[in-house]
C-alpha cells in the first residue's frame, strides 16, 4: 500500500520559515521524483519544487531562493525548507511521488502565512 504522510504545516508569521516533511512508503523511492505542490481554493493546483532521483532540483519562480528541496532516501523522506514566507505562500501543500509504482500524492498540510 501506497502512503505519502506529510507533516511540518501550520501558522507562521511573515518573514518566518516552516519544513514540510513527507514520509514514503510501497514505492521505490530512490527511483522516483518527488515533488511538493500546493492548491488554494479557487485555483489549479501548482508545482512547487521537484527532485529527481539523481537530486536535480527544479523550482517555481516564485520559490527561488526562499525554499529548498531535499530528498534523504535512506528514510525515504522528501523535505521542503521554506523561509522569508510570504502570505501568498499561503495554501494546502501535497507532496509527490512519480516512479515506477507511479503518480502518487499525499493527503496534504496546510500552510498559513499571517500576522
Known amino acids: 500500500q501506497v502512503q505519502l504522510v506529510e507533516s511540518g504545516g501550520g501558522l507562521v508569521q511573515p518573514g518566518g520559515s516552516l519544513r514540510l516533511s513527507c514520509a514514503a512508503s510501497?514505492?521505490?523511492?530512490?527511483?522516483?521524483?518527488m515533488g511538493w505542490y500546493r492548491q488554494v481554493p479557487g485555483k489549479q493546483r501548482e508545482l512547487v519544487a521537484t527532485?529527481?532521483?539523481?537530486?536535480?532540483?527544479n523550482y517555481v519562480d516564485s520559490v527561488k531562493g526562499r525554499f529548498a528541496i531535499a530528498r534523504v532516501n535512506a528514510k525515504s523522506t522528501v523535505y521542503l525548507q521554506m523561509n522569508s514566507l510570504k502570505p501568498e505562500d499561503t495554501a494546502v501543500y501535497y507532496c509527490?511521488?512519480?516512479?515506477?509504482?507511479?503518480?502518487?500524492w499525499g493527503q496534504g498540510t496546510q500552510v498559513t502565512v499571517s500576522s
Open positions: 509527490n511521488g512519480r516512479g515506477p509504482t507511479g503518480d502518487h
Open positions: 527532485i529527481t532521483s539523481a537530486g536535480r532540483t
Open positions: 510501497g514505492i521505490i523511492f530512490s527511483l522516483s521524483t
